[in-house]
């Protein structure tokens, strides 16, 4: 029998493919390098410098839009994608997010719901980080809610649309070539595929973040965007448009969050090897072992969540509600992973020299962005009661 791995204990990784291991070993190299040494740099400046070079590496490495099929993506499968995501969330949320809102949110709105057109213009730039896409759908007013959005286009006698409206909190939105919006009509919610080049287009970048601070987060304004009657992603109407691209994009944070975690639990377990107390190391006290034990449980218990919701996205098997279940547990567990390596390593733990306290706030905004705590619980709630609690 194989000996006991640390970092794997519960021989997780016999589930994975040749190919599983070689994507998984290909972004966490890349992470190694052009990200892990300079995050912390990041993070405290709170700017993401050469993010359209990072960006770029990204496509030339297959991670935008990895698991969607044809231009110019890398058709990977839904368990490779995942992989992905947990190894650019061990590096910085940030990186990561940067990629979610790329492939699963703005790329994936266009793919499944584009004209062909609209595929065959954006996508390949997309895939290959020539152009960085957003994805608008909260309003400063509208966050758990949107289908109260305000944002509005109307059609105007030449067939053109005209949009009107703020959106808050968008990621990339600053550095994006091209926004989907999703804004009100007549016929209820729709998608656009907004070039930011066009007038009335802004979107001014949002500081004094503490959390995700090496990422890029932006207000969107709307003034008048006149668009042709072709912007409109043909074959969505309703908040089902949004709902799906989220759910794809909370699949990929389900993995993520726990390579966040997995960096702050091998911090832990590292200091507590060598930081010694009362003559010895703190890892030999029966408490700090109790700790390491129970993140370590969360810990792999989360991979292995995160690879059977993989394996359902693969077969096609995926509910939403499974989604909402793999993000509620993944993001609190990798969280009070966070903050339990944060106590081992005492005062060190609130240091940028250690990556803990960077992991700790990115979760933060983990937490609560792709639909927050409670509504995944009251998504639960639902379809455990048959009772919709949502007012
Ligand atoms: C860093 C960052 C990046 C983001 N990136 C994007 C992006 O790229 N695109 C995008 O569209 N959005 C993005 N968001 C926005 C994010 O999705 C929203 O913040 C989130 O949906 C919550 O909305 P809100 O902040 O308006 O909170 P609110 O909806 O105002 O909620 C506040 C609190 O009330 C609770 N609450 C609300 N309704 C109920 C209810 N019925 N029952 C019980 N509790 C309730 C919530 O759970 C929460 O605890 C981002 C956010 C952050 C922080």
Redo the contacts with the bound molecule.
């Keep these: 029998m194989a000996p006991f791995d640390p970092a794997d204990p519960l021989g997780i990784d016999d589930l994975l493919e040749p190919e599983d291991l070689a994507v998984r070993e290909t972004v966490r190299a890349w992470a190694g390098d052009r990200v892990l040494p300079y995050v912390a740099e990041w993070y405290e400046s709170g700017e993401l410098p050469g993010i359209r070079e990072l960006a770029r590496e990204l496509g030339g490495i297959g991670a935008l839009g990895m698991s969607l099929s044809g231009y110019g993506c890398a058709g990977a499968s839904a368990v490779q994608y995942g992989l992905a995501c947990l190894e650019l969330e061990a590096a910085d949320s940030g990186i990561r997010s940067l990629v979610s809102?790329q492939g699963s949110l703005a790329m994936y709105a266009i793919h499944r719901f584009g004209s062909e057109e609209q595929k065959q213009g954006w996508l390949p730039r997309m895939a290959s980080g020539e152009v960085i896409g957003?994805?608008?759908?909260?309003e400063p007013d509208h966050?758990?809610?949107p289908a109260a959005m305000r944002t509005y286009a109307k059609r105007d006698a030449g067939g053109d649309w005209v949009l009107n409206g703020r959106?808050m909190?968008?990621?990339n939105g600053s550095v994006a070539g091209v926004a989907v919006v999703w804004a009100q009509t007549e016929d209820g919610i729709r998608g656009f595929v907004v070039p930011t080049d066009r007038p009335g287009f802004s979107a001014p970048e949002i500081k004094h973040?503490w959390?995700?601070r090496a990422?890029v987060?932006s207000e969107l304004v709307l003034d008048d965007v006149r668009l042709p009657a072709d912007a409109v992603l043909p074959e969505v109407t309703g908040l089902k448009g949004p709902l799906s691209c989220l759910s794809h994009a909370r699949y990929g944070i389900v993995w993520g969050a726990m390579g966040a975690a997995r960096t702050c639990f091998e911090a832990a377990v590292d200091y507590a090897k060598t930081r010694e107390q009362f003559g010895r190391p703190i890892g030999g006290f029966q408490l700090t072992q109790a700790k390491l034990a129970d993140m370590a449980v969360e810990l792999h218990k989360g991979i292995l969540l995160a690879h059977h919701l993989g394996r359902r996205m693969d077969a096609g098997r995926l509910r939403p509600e499974q989604v909402s279940f793999g993000k509620l547990n993944n993001v609190r567990e990798a969280i009070d992973i966070c903050r339990t390596a944060r106590t081992i390593l005492g005062a060190n733990g609130i240091s940028l020299e250690y990556p803990v306290m960077r992991h700790a706030t990115n979760l933060e905004?983990v937490l609560?962005?792709?639909?927050?705590?409670?509504?995944h619980q009251?998504v639960l709630g639902k379809a455990l009661t048959g009772l919709d609690a949502?007012?």
Excluded at 134 to 138: A, D, K
Excluded at 368 to 375: I, K, L, P, Q
């Design positions: 809102v957003c994805f608008g759908l909260t966050g758990s809610d959106k909190w968008i990621t973040k959390s995700l990422s987060t905004s609560t962005y792709e639909g927050t705590v409670e509504m009251l949502f007012r």
